[in-house]
């Protein structure tokens, strides 16, 4: 079984609609991290929580928001989804190593289409 | 200026090609440097990863770091078909909890049999 999951793996929806993606992840890691991939623009940063109680703003939180309902879940929700969040999106989880480097470790992604 | 460039490419190398791919950054601070392969359709996984400066030697892999310059270079000998997929590069400043890491847009690689 992979070791961080995301549902769903497609996502069509329409502009103005709640939507959620979820994460779970088997690793047992603290961070948890959100992204979003766009051709052209890389990988960017939405949120962040290094543990349950702690949540924290990315690059590009606006229009969205998150939850970390435990340390195995972190979930993703577009209150109002609109057509630039078209995008594909990635869980990740990471751990600190012995040099203090961090290693993240992404899920399968989400591709979502607001129409 | 964005703190990590990366060229996106395309860059399609014949097999057995010696690849190089690179990133420059702004950032004097950052002090670790990764190296993730995202295949198509899939997520980013960690290829190679350097502390500070110097090479790094896996199997066909070799990754560089020259902080003088900013410059941090992949390279890939024989490659492979398999080899085909999105690079990205990642920089980090801090060690333990600080920091995020920062990716470049990636670069995407096609090796012709």
């Known amino acids: 079984d992979a070791d961080v999951t995301q549902t769903p793996r497609n996502r069509i929806t329409k502009t103005g609609k709640r939507i959620m993606l979820e994460c779970s992840q088997t690793k047992g890691h603290d961070r948890m991290y959100w992204y979003r991939q766009d051709p052209g623009l890389g990988l960017r940063l939405i949120y962040y929580s290094f543990d349950v109680k702690d949540i924290n703003k990315g690059e590009i939180s606006d229009g969205y928001s998150v939850s970390r309902q435990a340390q195995a879940k972190f979930s993703l929700s577009l209150e109002s989804a609109i057509p630039n969040q078209t995008a594909l999106y990635f869980c990740a989880t990471s751990e600190l190593g012995q040099q203090g480097e961090q290693t993240q470790y992404f899920g399968p992604g989400t591709r979502l289409l607001v129409l | 200026q964005k703190e990590v460039e990366q060229d996106p490419g395309p860059l399609s190398v014949p097999e057995g090609a010696i690849v190089s791919l690179n990133c420059t950054y702004s950032?004097?601070?950052?002090?670790?440097f990764m190296w993730y392969r995202q295949y198509s359709r899939k997520g980013p996984e960690l290829l190679m990863y350097t502390y500070s400066s110097g090479n790094k030697e896996d199997g066909r892999f070799t990754a560089q770091v020259d902080k003088s310059s900013k410059y941090i270079s992949l390279f890939i000998r024989d490659s492979q078909p398999s080899d085909s997929a999105t690079y990205l590069c990642?920089?980090?400043?801090?060690?333990?909890?600080?920091?995020?890491?920062?990716f470049g847009k990636g670069t995407k690689l096609s090796v012709k049999p």
């Open positions: 990642a920089m980090r400043e801090y060690g333990g909890s600080q920091g995020n890491l920062i």
């Open positions: 950032n004097s601070a950052f002090q670790y």
